[in-house]
């Protein structure tokens, strides 16, 4: 079993800063990639940042210069800085994994559950 662990959502104010983080654990044997991905009401999810284990990030195009992601492979860590927030940027967010497992030694994409960010005006 693996399970991700969402941290950091919440309401802030247009252009203030939000940090966002994920845990992965469980019978993890490898990570490939770790990223965030967003959704509102209505829409389909969509990709926000994303890292390979390498280290190489690739971001949606409307996001660059304005979020960061980082991850920290000793730990199965997964962060996303978020600045300059606008109300927009209104959605759950969720920590996503593709992963290998020990157990199963299958590998496939997993979810966390979400965490909320709103920014109002």
């Known amino acids: 079993q693996v399970q991700l662990a969402e941290s950091g959502g919440g309401l802030v104010q247009a252009g203030e800063s939000l940090r966002l983080s994920c845990a992965a654990s469980?019978?993890?044997?490898?990570?490939?990639?770790m990223g965030w991905y967003r959704q509102v009401p209505g829409k389909q999810r969509e990709l926000v940042a994303r890292?390979?284990?390498?280290?190489?990030?690739e971001y949606a195009d409307s996001l660059k210069g304005r979020f960061t992601i980082s991850r920290d492979n000793a730990k199965n860590t997964v962060s996303l800085q978020m600045d300059s927030l606008k109300p927009e940027d209104t959605a759950v967010y969720y920590c996503?994994?593709?992963?290998?497992?020990?157990?199963?030694?299958?590998?496939?994409?997993?979810w966390g559950q979400g965490t909320q960010v709103t920014v109002s005006s």
């Open positions: 996503y994994a593709n992963m290998l497992r020990t157990d199963t030694r299958s590998r496939r994409d997993y």
């Open positions: 469980g019978s993890i044997a490898f990570i490939y990639v």
């Open positions: 890292i390979g284990s390498g280290g190489s990030p």
